[in-house]
């Protein structure tokens, strides 16, 4: 579903990505992971349109995306759930989840049975409709920040280290919210620095360093050898 080959970016005279080649099957669950600085979330800006790539190519569902601008990404149905919890906290949940589907403002019915999926998939959600975002705890407005990007009908998400700066319950609860969308047919990329729910939830996983991708390999290996210690660590 998603094929980027020798990806570049830079921020100014920063170069950060250098030659990125990764692949992501439809229906399939793949983890980048690295430490803090190797580029993991700039890959995924890059692919979501916020970042204009130096050189390379990036395919998505069997077309060319790389330069096109995010509102056009998301419409060909590539989504991104960027890190930080990025709600609008005076908004209230229901309004955060209907700026999801703005890109399918025209379609009043489909979206209205979107939401309704989305509250049933988050029932803390639908408990707190008319309640502003800001004041849900940092797993509630993860949730929130996942939910909404769903409004917008992805068939491939990215999700850029969705456990961040959450208490353990939430972690877990994360975990379990990424295995449903999963389950309803979403293809995920997940950037995540809790390399054990990463492997957990992943079928294949991407390894950064210096901006290149240092290591590919299936996670049920990662799982029962050094590879990861040793090219994540060095």
């Not at 939401?115 to 639908?126: C, G, I, K």
């Not at 208490?167 to 990329?189: C, F, K, S, W």
């Not at 939830?201 to 290996?221: C, Q």
Request: aromatic share 4%; net charge positive.
């Amino acid at each position: 579903m998603l094929r980027v080959s020798g990806l570049e970016a830079a921020y100014g005279k920063l170069q950060v990505l250098r030659g990125v080649s990764l692949t992501v099957r439809a229906g399939s669950v793949a983890a980048l992971l690295g430490g803090n600085g190797t580029g993991k979330s700039t890959a995924l800006r890059t692919i979501a349109g916020l970042l204009r790539p130096s050189a390379g190519e990036i395919e998505f569902d069997g077309a060319r995306i790389e330069g096109l601008a995010a509102h056009q990404v998301v419409r060909r149905g590539l989504g991104l759930v960027p890190q930080g919890k990025d709600v609008f906290p005076r908004l209230t949940v229901h309004e955060n989840l209907m700026m999801g589907g703005f890109v399918r403002r025209g379609d009043r019915a489909g979206l209205a049975m979107d939401l309704e999926r989305v509250y049933a998939t988050f029932p803390m959600l639908a408990a707190r409709r008319r309640q502003p975002a800001g004041t849900l705890s940092g797993g509630e407005q993860q949730m929130l920040a996942i939910g909404r990007a769903l409004m917008a009908r992805p068939k491939c998400l990215m999700l850029d280290e969705p456990s961040a700066a959450l208490a353990p319950r939430a972690v877990d609860e994360v975990a379990r919210v990424i295995e449903a969308v999963h389950r309803q047919g979403v293809t995920l990329l997940l950037v995540e620095q809790n390399v054990a729910m990463a492997l957990a939830l992943a079928e294949y996983a991407y390894v950064m360093r210096d901006g290149r991708i240092a290591l590919e390999e299936r996670t049920e290996r990662l799982r029962n050898t050094d590879l990861l210690r040793v090219y994540y660590l060095g």
